[in-house]
């Protein structure tokens, strides 16, 4: 019994991406993708936000999460490798990084 329990959970492992839609995985990975969500800065369509406001130097500073929703691929997949003092690191597989692209750049999510 114990050996059929664990052969059915490998093969739902396997399966687990047709539990659920593209859009419901992307959306559920721009959430909380390992702790984090790009939500919390980036908005909750990719818009970009303004994180805080103080002075430096006796003027007034932003310090801004850009908009990610219209980046091209490349620039999309180059931010996950680029070493950011602000932007968390983030170990996500290719397909994940494929996924949250097509979040924030689909039409849905607009």
Same mark, same amino acid.
């Given at each position: 019994?114990?050996? =059929? @329990?664990? @052969?059915?959970?490998?093969?739902?492992?396997?399966? %687990?991406?047709?539990?659920?839609?593209?859009?419901?995985?992307?959306?559920?990975?721009?959430?909380?993708?390992?702790?984090?969500?790009?939500?919390?800065?980036?908005? *909750?369509?990719?818009?970009?936000? @303004? !994180?805080?406001?103080?002075?430096?130097?006796?003027?007034?500073?932003?310090?801004? %999460?850009?908009?990610?929703?219209? !980046?091209?691929?490349?620039?999309? =997949?180059? %931010?996950?490798? *680029?070493?950011?003092?602000?932007?968390?690191?983030? =170990?996500?597989? *290719?397909?994940?990084?494929?996924?949250?692209? =097509?979040? @924030?750049?689909?039409?849905?999510?607009?």
């Amino acid at each position: 019994m114990r050996i =059929f @329990v664990c @052969v059915l959970f490998i093969l739902i492992s396997l399966k %687990a991406e047709d539990f659920i839609t593209k859009m419901e995985y992307a959306k559920m990975l721009y959430s909380n993708p390992r702790g984090i969500g790009c939500i919390s800065c980036h908005g *909750k369509k990719g818009e970009g936000s @303004v !994180l805080a406001k103080y002075k430096h130097k006796g003027k007034q500073k932003e310090l801004v %999460a850009p908009a990610i929703n219209s !980046l091209s691929k490349r620039k999309f =997949f180059a %931010a996950f490798k *680029k070493s950011n003092s602000v932007m968390p690191k983030y =170990f996500l597989t *290719k397909k994940e990084i494929e996924v949250l692209y =097509f979040y @924030v750049t689909s039409e849905v999510n607009r």
